[in-house]
């Protein structure tokens, strides 16, 4: 069956960083666009990163650009996500989810109901 298994979480004062990974099992990896989410508590579930099956495109929410860079490795089953100048409101649950795509290799899915895998998720807290 699919795994996705998130790790990497913890705790940083503003201003650091963190690089969460997840690793995939039991899936065609490379035929899967792959996205990170987060969600804080009492807030609905929203869009940080997502990449195409072969990294030629990107695309981020407006509230992480230029902070936050999604990337993968095929041949081991990854996705990253590395997070620098990390704010008190990047505090959240991150998951890791996978879109089957077919065809093109440009889009990037941005909502949660074009995935199909997700995985469980890892804390990431950052302290002012």
């Known amino acids: 069956h699919v795994q996705l298994v998130e790790s990497g979480g913890g705790e940083v004062q503003a201003g650091g960083s963190l690089r969460l990974s997840c690793v995939a099992s039991?899936?065609?990896?490379?035929?899967?666009?792959m996205g990170w989410f987060r969600q804080a508590p009492g807030k609905e579930r929203e869009f940080v990163a997502s990449?195409?099956?072969?990294?030629?495109?990107?695309d981020y929410a407006d509230s992480v650009k230029g902070r936050f860079t999604i990337s993968r490795d095929n041949a081991k089953n990854t996705v990253n996500l590395q997070m620098n100048r990390l704010k008190p409101e990047d505090t959240a649950v991150y998951y890791c989810?996978?879109?089957?795509?077919?065809?093109?290799?440009?889009?990037?899915?941005?909502?949660?109901?074009?995935?199909?895998?997700w995985g469980q998720g890892t804390q990431a807290t950052v302290s002012s």
């Open positions: 989810a996978a879109a089957r795509i077919v065809g093109s290799d440009y889009y990037t899915p941005r909502r949660g109901t074009e995935y199909n895998y």
């Open positions: 039991g899936l065609t990896f490379s035929a899967y666009a």
């Open positions: 990449i195409t099956r072969s990294s030629g495109s990107r």
